[in-house]
């Protein structure tokens, strides 16, 4: 019964519109941006001289990276448009009637709703994974940090730690999109959240002091481009974006199991 669960999902996810227009505008932006940056920093000598702050070749990975990963409190392209195809793979069937159809194939609906979030973050991290190795591949073929970078050099765990940060900001986009059910509303939340919510409270004076314990500041320290000090390593504020992510996703699935479809 999973397996077929997962395959209908599977076969929803992709013939829906949204997905080929997230993943494909992702690639292609976030490899787009990623040449100019790696034009921009065709001067910039690898083992020191780089904008992260962290210095030598995982800097310079970082700097390529960062359409996709985002960069001191803002954002990358590529994580938004996870948590955008998280919404809409909700959001949509809601619109269209179809979840009621779902609901009614497989009446459980904690299983329905787990299968979709299990395809969703599945083919988000796999897009992420294509994107940062293409992405890089282009920086340093333009000549980014001088030609000086080594893709299987230090910094290579970012192979890893984006496409999981990927699949956890699409598991809070499900997770959204099964609480508001409204494309809008979910979406509006996602985007004012990630863009403008963490990085004011952070700014300002009587509150900043909660900054490192702030999900999506977590998540930043997790892919080595947050700002701030935090007390714990990248590691941690990854499990702790993920709590925040599970959160999230069961309010949502709580939600969506005792409304009406």
Known sequence: MIAGVLTAEWIKLRTVRATPWCLGLMFVLCVGVSVIIGLATHSLSAP?????????????????????IGFAGLPGFGVLLCGLLGVLSVTTEARFGTLRATFLAVPNRWVALSAKLIVVCVACAVAAFVTVAVGLL?????????????????????????????ALVAAVGVGLGALLRNAAGAVTVLLLYFVLFENVLSSVPKVRVVGPYLPFANLQHFLHVAPGHFRWPPAVGGGYFLAFAAVVYLAGAAVVARRDA
Do not use: E, K, R, W
């Open 138 to 166: 282009a920086f340093v073929a333009v000549g980014g940090g001088s030609g000086g970078v080594s893709l299987l050099g230090p910094g290579t765990s970012i192979y890893l730690t984006v496409p999981v940060s990927a």
């Open 48 to 68: 020191d001289d780089d904008l992260t702050g962290i210095g030598g070749n995982a800097g310079m990975l970082l700097m390529g990276a960062a359409p996709v």
